[in-house]
């Protein structure tokens, strides 16, 4: 393993290795996309809880942030993140919960 790169939520303000993040992204056709892991480029991270996903979307922060030219299908968008954090947390098994949890 090399060193893990850690990422800071844009909901929470807690920093995660890069691969217990969602990273919303800048596609090349200007629409916003969604990813797990590294990628270059611009990119807002955002933790699997829900909480936080609602936040980054209700925000719209990520849309600020990427200068997304177009407007996404927030619906869309959000079910995607939901298919994609629940995979997340398959996948890494011991994300860690409760961190940033009052
Ligand atoms: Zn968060």
Same mark, same amino acid.
């Given at each position: 393993? %090399? /060193? %893990? !790169? +850690?990422?800071?939520?844009?909901?929470?303000? %807690?920093?995660? !290795?890069?691969?217990?993040? #969602?990273? #919303?992204? &800048?596609?090349?056709?200007?629409? =916003?996309?969604?990813?797990?892991? @590294?990628?270059?480029? @611009?990119?807002? +991270?955002?933790?699997?809880?829900?909480?936080?996903?609602?936040? %980054?979307?209700? *925000?719209?922060? +990520?849309? *600020? *942030?990427?200068?997304?030219? *177009? =407007?996404?299908?927030?619906?869309?968008?959000?079910?995607?993140?939901?298919? #994609?954090?629940?995979?997340?947390?398959? &996948?890494?098994?011991?994300?860690? /919960?409760?961190?940033?949890?009052?």
């Amino acid at each position: 393993m %090399t /060193h %893990t !790169p +850690y990422r800071r939520c844009a909901a929470c303000g %807690t920093r995660r !290795p890069q691969g217990e993040l #969602l990273r #919303l992204f &800048r596609a090349s056709d200007g629409a =916003v996309a969604l990813t797990v892991g @590294r990628r270059t480029g @611009r990119g807002v +991270y955002c933790c699997p809880h829900e909480a936080c996903r609602s936040k %980054t979307l209700g *925000k719209s922060l +990520y849309a *600020k *942030k990427l200068g997304a030219a *177009k =407007v996404v299908d927030e619906k869309l968008l959000r079910g995607q993140m939901q298919n #994609l954090a629940a995979e997340l947390e398959q &996948r890494n098994g011991a994300v860690r /919960h409760g961190e940033n949890h009052r």
